[in-house]
Nanobody, 121 residues
Framework: QVQLVESGGGSVPPGGSLSVSCAAS?????MAWFRQAPGKEREGVAAIERAGRTAYADSVKGRFTISKDNAKSTLYLQMYALKAEDTAMYYCAADPAYGRDLLSVGSFRYWGQGTKVTVSS
């Protein structure tokens, strides 16, 4: 069992930066950030394996960075050069097992409640 609690969402203007965090309890082999905008499907944004392999959606490569502090059991997502289309609920996800597709919803059994990110002028 893995419990996840996100924090750090908010509102920023286009071009701004924001970080979100996810405090985890329980062991996880893979962790990731997903997002879901109104009327759209949930999509993978960035993911990280216990060994350090990362994956990013093409839409955020070069702008978002995923990292993990194992000592604090906390997952981070640093977002730069934010765009209006980055507006969404951001969800933390985790799974104790290996997942071939790190950005697939189906690879994760445990989810947080989400934190809202709004990019607007």
């Amino acid at each position: 069992q893995v419990q996840l609690v996100e924090s750090g969402g908010g509102s920023v203007p286009p071009g701004g930066s924001l970080s979100v965090s996810c405090a985890a309890s329980g062991a996880a082999y893979i962790m990731a950030w997903f997002r879901q905008a109104p009327g759209k499907e949930r999509e993978g944004v960035a993911a990280i394996e216990r060994a350090g392999r990362t994956a990013y959606a093409d839409s955020v490569k070069g702008r978002f960075t995923i990292s993990k502090d194992n000592a604090k059991s906390t997952l981070y997502l640093q977002m730069y050069a934010l765009k209006a289309e980055d507006t969404a609920m951001y969800y933390c996800a985790a799974d104790p097992a290996y997942g071939r597709d790190l950005l697939s919803v189906g690879s994760f059994r445990y989810w947080g409640q989400g934190t809202k990110v709004t990019v607007s002028s």
